[in-house]
């Protein structure tokens, strides 16, 4: 399959750094005086980067995206230097990527005529693995974050909240879909519940009764601009993310049903098949259509 992913000429930019607030998955950071995609994994080529660069120097290049290589991508960062090396292997350990990291430290440590100390490397990454990570790019709503890590919290006010309002079972962040990434770890082998907007304000009990056990990722057929990109996602999340399931919610207007035609398209181009269920809910929240493809 084809992929969008960044390109820099290193010779325009300068390393001004405008670029870097704009890439949500802090895919982006400015090292030894220029901006460095420290992540390709994470970069979703959408491309918000691009128009606050006033040199130019970013581009969106779309080429044959093969499975994603750790070691392909660690074998193309060593030149650039040990301050962009210990960037990307702190990403993939602020990101979940663990799998990868290993796969990483273990090539690292093998490899033989390299032009810097790993140690000094690998000793940065130990010790960051005990700070704060903050996010180095883009809007922190905007970082993928697991939360299956934060149930069964012990906070006795959480607790009693919980208690009282229901409990949610969004298990992953970002849930728009142009902001989620089909690399992210947490998609990897799940069940996606794919809903248009309004489905959660138009059925009772949503969370416990169709988003129980899923990953979500909301989006507007009719309202949301690039669907072209929506169409690429849900194929990565096919092909690269090798996901379980898909559960198509759609409400019963016609403009909602554009949703499942993105689906359609993304499962006709996929490598992989995927079950596919198809759900319609009418206005008042009754589930007027149920099937699966």
């Not at 400015?30 to 994994?41: T, Y």
């Not at 939360?147 to 229901?166: C, S, Y």
């Not at 072209?228 to 090798?242: C, H, P, T, V």
Request: hydrophobic share 35%; proline share 4%; net charge negative.
């Amino acid at each position: 399959m084809k992929r969008e992913i960044i390109h820099i000429d290193e010779e325009k930019c300068d390393g001004c750094g405008l670029c870097i607030p704009n890439c949500h998955e802090g895919a982006l950071q400015v090292i030894d005086g220029k901006a460095r995609l420290v992540s390709e994994l994470m970069c979703d080529g959408l491309g918000a980067c691009i128009g606050h660069c006033p040199q130019d120097a970013l581009t969106i290049e779309t080429r044959e995206a093969e499975s994603y290589n750790e070691i392909a991508v660690i074998k193309e960062i060593i030149p650039k230097g040990k301050n962009t090396l210990s960037a990307h292997l702190r990403h993939l350990q602020d990101h979940g990527e663990h799998d990868y990291l290993k796969q990483a430290i273990k090539f690292l440590k093998t490899s033989e005529n390299l032009p810097f100390d790993i140690s000094d490397v690998l000793n940065e990454v130990h010790q960051s693995e005990h700070k704060h990570t903050h996010h180095h790019g883009g809007c922190p709503g905007s970082m993928p974050v697991d939360l299956g890590t934060r149930k069964g919290t012990t906070n006795p006010m959480i607790r009693e909240e919980k208690a009282e309002f229901g409990n949610s079972e969004l298990s992953q962040w970002p849930v728009q879909m142009h902001l989620i990434n089909p690399a992210a770890a947490y998609f990897r082998g799940q069940d996606i519940l794919i809903a248009a907007d309004c489905v959660a304000y138009a059925t009772g009990n949503f969370h416990q009764r169709f988003l129980k056990g899923k990953k979500l990722v909301i989006a507007c057929p009719k309202l949301d601009q690039g669907l072209e990109s929506y169409i690429e996602k849900f194929q990565r999340l096919i092909d690269e993310a090798e996901i379980n399931t898909i559960t198509v919610m759609m409400m019963e207007v016609p403009c909602c049903q554009g949703m499942m035609k993105l689906v359609e398209l993304a499962v006709q181009q996929a490598s992989r098949k995927v079950p596919v269920k198809a759900m319609v809910v009418g206005v008042g929240g009754e589930i007027l259509k149920e099937e699966w493809q």
